[in-house]
C-alpha cells in the first residue's frame, strides 16, 4: 500500500482512537490531564505494544512526534466540542471506537507484513494494534476490558485480519486487501452494536 496514504490513515485513525479515548474520560469527569492521557493510551497504546513485539523500535511516535500532537490537538478540540451539547447520542462513543478499530487493524496487519511476518503474526498483530489501546484504557478506567467482555470486538479484528490477508493470497493488491480487511472488520463491529451482537460467555456453575 502507498506509505504516504497509509501513514494518513494511520493519523486518521489516532484521532479517532483518541476521541474515544476523550470520551470515556468525560464521562469519569477527569481532568484535563487524565483526558490527555486516556486519549494518548488509547490512541497510541496498541501500536506501541506491536511495534516493541516486532522489533520496530524506536516505536512509530518516538521518531514522529507528529502522532502526538495530533493527540493533544484532538484531544483539546473535542473537550471543548463535546461540552456544548447538553447530551451525546449514544451512538458517538461506540462508532468512533469502531472506526478507529477497523483502520488500526489495518495498519498492525500491514505493519506485520512488511515485517515480512507470516499472515498468522499479521492478523495478531492487527489485533493487538486494534484492541491494545481500549485495553490499557479501560484498565485505567477501572473497567473491565471490552475485548474481555461478550461483545462481538476481538472477534471482528480476527475476521477482518483473515480477509486482509486472505485477500493478498489471492492477488489482490495491498490497496484493496487493506479496505477488504477494514471494511470487514467496520461492518462486523458495526453490525454488533446496532443489533446487540455478543458471544457466548463462559461461567463456572456454583455448587448446589
Known amino acids: 500500500m502507498d506509505s504516504?496514504?497509509?501513514?494518513f490513515i494511520d493519523l486518521f485513525g489516532t484521532a479517532i482512537f483518541a476521541i474515544s479515548g476523550v470520551f470515556v474520560a468525560g464521562r469519569l469527569k477527569m481532568d484535563p490531564f487524565?483526558?490527555?492521557?486516556?486519549?494518548?493510551?488509547?490512541?497510541?497504546?496498541?501500536?506501541t505494544i506491536r511495534d516493541m513485539a516486532l522489533g520496530a523500535t524506536p516505536v512509530f511516535?518516538?521518531?514522529d512526534t507528529t502522532y502526538l500532537w495530533v493527540i493533544l490537538c484532538?484531544?483539546?478540540l473535542t473537550m471543548i466540542i463535546v461540552r456544548r451539547p447538553k447530551r451525546l447520542a449514544w451512538w458517538i462513543l461506540p462508532v468512533c471506537d469502531a472506526i478507529g478499530l477497523a483502520v488500526f487493524v489495518g495498519i498492525g496487519v500491514e505493519k506485520a507484513l512488511s515485517f515480512q511476518s507470516s499472515a498468522l503474526v499479521a492478523v495478531i498483530m492487527g489485533v493487538i494494534t486494534g484492541c491494545g489501546g481500549g485495553i490499557i484504557r479501560d484498565v485505567l478506567a477501572r473497567e473491565v476490558p471490552m475485548v474481555l467482555r461478550s461483545e462481538v470486538y476481538a472477534t471482528a479484528c480476527i475476521i477482518g485480519g483473515?480477509?486482509?490477508?486472505?485477500a493478498l493470497s489471492l492477488g489482490y493488491d495491498s490497496e484493496t486487501s487493506f479496505l477488504v480487511g477494514v471494511a470487514s472488520t467496520l461492518i462486523i463491529r458495526l453490525g454488533a452494536i446496532k443489533w446487540h451482537l455478543s458471544l457466548p460467555t463462559f461461567a463456572l456453575g456454583s455448587k448446589s
Open 61 to 63: 511516535w518516538i521518531t
Open 34 to 47: 487524565g483526558v490527555a492521557v486516556l486519549g494518548s493510551v488509547t490512541a497510541i497504546g496498541g501500536g
Open 74 to 76: 484532538t484531544c483539546l
Open 4 to 7: 504516504m496514504l497509509l501513514y
Open 162 to 166: 483473515v480477509f486482509h490477508t486472505s
